[in-house]
């Protein structure tokens, strides 16, 4: 695995910095998987599909009927966050930057295609997808109901994520519930206008909007015991009129929250509860109330023989394995092919001192792509020994 490292990494770490220079925003990941399809072609892989789930790229390694699949997913978009100026690979759009790492996953699952050429699978079929729009927690879902996954029907999924906060090349897992379930729930007030010298006679939802931001705060740490991890973020609110206007009550307003929880069913009972309270505060101050739900995700839920294969791998090339106790409790949309594969989701640390995901000077440390190798290589030979 030397020599095939030591001959592709300079490629490999051209290849990511190209990617990150490409970002593309959820939904508009054209160029990228353009790219990809592109250079996945040169490893002459038996099957490519492309267009899958909006722009979603999967190449297939391996005999077809061979005795089981495993799946590598990495994720295409980038965010609406301007990268840093003084990169040298910086972004060509100035509002869209990498900010999450995907450029480096996607690196990994190129460096594991280039093996693949040269290393064909026998007894498996081992798969590479490129997913859209992870960031909007839409991807997963809309690759789960293409007709080309359905075909594929992967038995193990796999993917990791980089983590900033850890030791750089520590590989962080847990059997069980891994990431949280969220979903953001947006509350439309409509009380009526009226001018700002008279409001008793319109009705402003300003101190209903308050009842509901200090109720649903209250909804997680009451509702629930401590061993079962649930949180609400109130995430925005705002008075709306069209125009800012000092001479007039406002009549409509709206109050955004994400609520997350360590399990699917937790999250599944906070949500009508949440409604629920917004409901009897809409009436006691005669306000219409609409709710809408957007950016589902469910808990990812790693598979027992999954996890204990990549901590014994972790463990033959020297890597700190970390477990911790408890989920993540950020979401990630890798979560929902619980429902058709058995999964695994791992982290690799970024480096303790290193940026946050989604902060502004992120960028994902090249030097991880050959321990992401080294893994995933490592559980394909697994399943092929
Ligand atoms: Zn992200
Ligand atoms: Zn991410």
Same mark, same amino acid.
């Given at each position: 695995m030397d020599t095939f490292i030591d001959q592709h990494i300079s490629d490999l770490i051209s290849k990511r910095r190209r990617l990150h220079q490409l970002a593309e925003a959820s939904n508009k990941e054209e160029q990228t998987a353009a790219q990809i399809e592109e250079w996945l072609r040169e490893t002459g892989p038996d099957e490519l599909y492309t267009?899958?789930?909006?722009h979603g790229v999967i190449a297939v390694y391996g005999p077809?009927? /061979?005795g089981s699949s495993l799946m590598f997913r990495a994720e295409l978009d980038a965010l609406p966050i301007p990268d840093?100026?003084?990169?040298?690979?910086?972004?060509?759009?100035?509002?869209?930057?990498?900010k999450c790492g995907h450029d480096g996953h996607m690196t990994h699952l190129l460096g594991l295609a280039r093996w693949l050429q040269e290393n064909r699978p026998q007894k498996n079929r081992v798969m590479l997808l490129f997913q859209p729009a992870e960031e909007t927690g839409e991807g997963a879902e809309r690759v789960l109901s293409d007709p080309v996954f359905k075909k594929l029907k992967p038995e193990r999924m796999v993917a990791l994520h980089n983590l900033p906060?850890? /030791?750089?090349h520590s590989v962080i897992v847990k059997k069980g519930a891994f990431t949280s379930a969220s979903v953001g729930v947006k509350f439309h007030l409509e009380g009526e206008t009226s001018h700002a010298a008279h409001p008793e006679d319109g009705n402003s939802p300003a101190l209903a909007m308050a009842a509901l931001i200090n109720a649903l705060s209250a909804l997680a740490g009451n509702s629930?015991?401590?061993?079962t991890f649930a949180l609400v973020t109130i995430v925005h609110a705002r008075l709306r009129l069209g125009d800012i206007a000092f001479g007039t009550t406002p009549g409509r307003g709206v109050v955004m929250a994400t609520l997350r929880a360590a399990e699917t069913e937790v999250l599944e009972r906070m949500i009508p509860m949440a409604e629920k309270q917004a409901g009897g505060i809409c009436s006691a101050w005669d306000l219409e109330l609409e709710t809408e739900q957007t950016e589902y995700f469910q808990t990812t839920v790693n598979d027992d023989e999954l996890t204990d294969s990549i901590k014994r791998i972790a463990d033959e090339n020297g890597l700190d394995c970390i477990e911790p106790s408890y989920p993540f409790p950020w979401s990630e949309d890798?979560?929902?092919?619980s429902d058709a594969s058995r999964v695994m989701l791992f982290g690799l640390g970024a480096g303790k001192e290193h940026p946050q995901l989604h902060h502004r000077g992120y960028d994902y440390p090249d030097e991880l792509i050959v321990t992401a190798l080294r893994l995933f290589i490592g559980l394909i030979n697994e399943s092929e020994g």
């Open positions: 267009g899958v789930g909006g077809e009927g /061979a840093s100026r003084e990169l040298e690979h910086a972004s060509e759009d100035p509002e869209t930057g990498h906060g850890y /030791a750089k629930f015991s401590e061993h890798f979560g929902r092919f």
